[in-house]
């Protein structure tokens, strides 16, 4: 990194030197010091988006250490680094911001994919409406790393293969391996187990000539016979009963009803508190109202005193193909009773009002199901996508969402 600005000095040497009796081989020379240089001191640019940046750290840090490879000073601006780790999955809202970064690094500049998803999307590859299908789609990729994910040594030996490549530039012929160019890469790898295969051999010989010592001591030793260890019977184990948090569904069930009696349970046909009790305490009350009395009665069981609803779990929905379910999750901290809560809303005119006046948590929750369902909330304070970019065509949650990249066909 520190020396991205030497190639602009071997011009300008060159012009100078090139006409002399060897002078043309005396810039080579600066050329390759430069190369050298500028491989084994590259600065990579903080950039781990899933799971394979796991194996990204392990890289640098203490066990595997890739400031051994002059890989050294992650950065966390472009305009310091001139190395990026695609580590993870790229999702398509994520690409102009990495071609952002990519720009504002200065040249010259690598990009190792590292792991299936930074290569060719990965398991995303076939059914994904997000995910980028490779790196390479959106900046040029010097070293693949395949794996899923690579291990550290593997993300090393990718790091080897660039400073390879990255030695191999010029002025004159940027990718020909010259005869300068084939000064033999230090292997420390091969040579650290050359050394410790070595070193086995010569402990097992050494542990070969004790071997035979012992038994010539000792001409009438047996070992002794591995023994079956007895099963061991133990106790049955009483189960512990499931701990029965707050209020029980008969009971939340009638404050309800009390004063929403349009209240239903969803797919529940006789909802007396009687049938309720009956379901048993790991049955969690699922309560069915419709839009006209949706925010009345979210108030009221975060209001009631006895109920003590007073923290929003989730916000989300569900696609029954001829109408949605908007679910609201909602618990009881004080008491520990939780509760579903869902409203029919129609597909033709898929909104319903907002909550998020009512439980602030509900603002980007409304949002992602705005993102994934095309569900409109009403009154909401920032009405618009999450996850997706602004342009995205539909709303990939949907069961009648169809992706042109999609490779595999839903069943219905
Ligand atoms: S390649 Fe595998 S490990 Fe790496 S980000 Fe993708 S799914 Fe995660």
Redesign the pocket.
Known sequence: MGVSGASGVTEQVAEILDKYPGGIRLVDSIEYLVAWARANSLWPLIYG?????M?MMSTGSSRHDWARFGVEVARATPRQADLIVL???IVEKMGPNLVTLYEQMPAPKYVIA??????SG???YYDSYSVIRGGDRLIPVDVYVP????RPEALLYGIMELQKKIRKEGRRNPWKVGKLLDTPFVDTHSMAKQEWTAQEKEKESGLQLARERFKTENPDYKPAKPQRLAKEKFAAVTRVEVRNNGLDNASILTAVQKVFPSVTLFRQTDITPDNVAGLGPEYILDLEIGQGQYTELVRFLKEDKDLGIDLLLQVTAVDWQDHFDVLVHLLSTRHGHKLFLRCPVAKERAEIHTISDIFRGADWHEREVFDLFGIRFIDHPDMRRIFLQDDFPGYPLRKDFEDPERVVKRPY
Do not use: D, R
């Open positions: 988006t899933a799971c394979c940046a194996e580590a993870g999955t590292m792991g299936s998803c930074a290569i990965g398991p995303f794996g899923c994910p690579p």
